[in-house]
């Protein structure tokens, strides 16, 4: 599923323009700022499975590493989110709405961050649902001001 969200904006930007961007790493940017944006979110989400993966005998990245450092990687990956969508937002021509979205989107990802500790994944709900859906408006709503101002 991480796949298909991470390439969707490029199906959507190819459905409607019918040509690749220019520049050409316009595309590539997305892919990688919503494929890490998803991949940091399904490690958090994956921590409150580690019981039922091991028991099952599934090879997790959350049983792989443990928690400790699946929180970490979701840390990297959530780090690599930013600087691909500042990335995109360059390549794409937006201006400082844009980049004001994702300076509250880097916010909001240290947020979540601060609310998923080891041990501790009583408001793993409020990171994973809650704040992932916040992100998604938040990053969209700043792009569309920018486009429209």
């Not at 199906?11 to 494929?35: C, E, F, H, K, M």
């Not at 989400?45 to 580690?50: G, K, P, R, S």
């Not at 990245?61 to 600087?83: D, N």
């Not at 408001?123 to 992932?132: G, H, I, K, V």
């Amino acid at each position: 599923m991480g796949l298909g969200l991470a390439i969707a904006p490029v199906g959507g930007y190819l459905a409607v323009t019918g040509r690749w961007s220019d520049p050409w790493w316009v595309l590539p940017a997305i892919t990688v700022a919503v494929a890490t944006w998803v991949a940091g979110f399904d490690i958090f989400y994956a921590l409150a499975d580690e019981d039922f993966d091991r028991q099952s005998g599934l090879r997790s990245a959350v049983v792989k590493l443990g928690e400790r450092r699946s929180i970490l990687l979701a840390k990297i990956l959530h780090g690599l989110t930013i600087p691909a969508l500042v990335a995109f937002g360059f390549g794409a021509g937006f201006g400082a709405w844009y980049y004001l979205g994702v300076v509250a989107a880097t916010g909001i990802l240290a947020y979540e961050h601060h609310l998923v500790r080891p041990g501790d994944h009583s408001r793993l709900d409020a990171a994973f649902f809650t704040m992932n859906g916040v992100m998604a408006l938040v990053v969209f709503g700043f792009a569309l001001v920018d486009r429209i101002v």
